[in-house]
């Protein structure tokens, strides 16, 4: 087939049928042949019985992308509207996905697992999704592979789904990325991501996992449209009307989502659950501390720059007033209550305190790096990232000595 696109099929209705601008530029269907070499790529690891790819993975990973360009293009003959075009995609690509993955378990004489086929379909369109988002349009057959890989490792984690946590899953998820970009808290990479992570956290580790990533989201995309047009006067807004991108949503959350898949795959590391956990609510309460503390002390005058306490410009890197410490504070102790209460810190309270602790101490490092080597080549997400990092850190050091 991708012999045929590139030197067989030059013109007439085939053509068109498959062919891009790009591809009516060149005169050859270059992103069919793409594609299909890339299915076929893919094909090998689960067709190889060394390999033991399952091939629900390879149907979900090739059929989501065909299928969602589908979709998308077919919503774009009506309409421009970004998040009209993505959902086609995702839409069209989840339902095809799926019903891929239930016909093979038909095929081959495998029990219908539709919870699990659901989860991995979702997985697929919203990792294609984001990837096309920032990719180019012609990266189809970098899209296929890597969906195809990032699957095959959370089919391998998520082993036991049940229907009702699937649906639950689907449904909050999906509500809260569309209410995100509603309020223009999130740009439409910045929701995928945001749902991406969502939908893995609380299929992975749980609903009070997912209680405390999603008081983070909820709460830190509100206090950033929160009186913005008086932080836009200031100079302390965040970018793009508040809409936080891909970037800025992983830089806050790549901890968080290590710990969760860390805690899916307990079973073959030498440690406790309740390690992965610490440093999951760590990170999440350092990324909530932090954004409340920026996004509520860039309200009020006379920050200090935390390494030298000497008065500096509001939006100063590494300043800090009395107002966003308190704020930030409340943050980190919100989320440590919230991960107390649902997830499997050991002790609650010694949990408690150990989260709290790794939320304040992480935005302090954050200020820090902010007043010492942000700008220039370490960029505010690199902070946010070792910020995060440090909270998490210090949540498991407490936690375990305690």
Known sequence: ?????????????????????????????????????????????ATI???????????????????????????????????????????????????????????????????????????????????????????????????????????????????????LALGVTAGLGYVSYALETASVPGMLTGVLLGLLTVVLGGVGWFAALIAFFAIGGLSSKYRYKQKATRGVAQEDGGARGTGNVLANSAVALVAVVGGAAIEHLPVTVTVFALAFAGAVATAMSDTLSSEIGGLFDSPRLVTTLEPVEAGTDGGITLQGTLA?????????????????????????????????????????????VEGGRVGNQAVNLLATLSGALVAVAIGTLL
Do not use: C, H
């Not at 990837?131 to 984690?157: E, M, N, Q």
């Not at 980190?332 to 939320?359: Q, R």
């Open 1 to 45: 087939m991708a012999a045929a696109a590139v030197f067989g099929i030059r013109d007439g209705p085939l053509f068109e049928l498959f062919a891009r601008p790009g591809d009516r530029q060149e005169g050859r269907l270059s992103g069919l042949a793409g594609f299909t070499l890339a299915a076929a790529g893919l094909g090998l690891f």
């Open 328 to 372: 930030g504070t409340t943050g980190a102790v919100l989320v440590a209550g919230i991960a107390a209460a649902g997830m499997p810190l050991g002790d609650p309270l010694i949990g408690a305190v150990a989260v709290a602790a790794g939320g304040i101490f992480g935005t302090l490092i954050d200020s820090i790096l902010g007043a010492t």
């Open 49 to 167: 019985p060394s390999i033991p790819m399952p091939p629900e993975v390879f149907a979900a990973a090739v059929i989501v992308v065909g299928f969602g360009n589908f979709g998308q293009q077919f919503v774009s003959q009506s309409t421009s509207d970004e998040i009209l075009r993505v959902s086609g995609f995702l839409g069209v690509g989840f339902v095809t996905a799926t019903a891929a993955q239930l016909a093979i378990a038909v095929q081959i004489g495998q029990p219908i697992d539709l919870p699990m086929a659901a989860f991995l379909a979702a997985v697929a369109a919203l990792v294609a999704g984001l990837l096309r988002s920032v990719l180019y349009k012609r990266d189809d057959p970098l899209v296929i592979l890597s969906v195809g890989f990032i699957l095959w490792v959370f089919a391998t984690l998520a082993t036991d789904i049940a229907a009702p946590l699937m649906a």
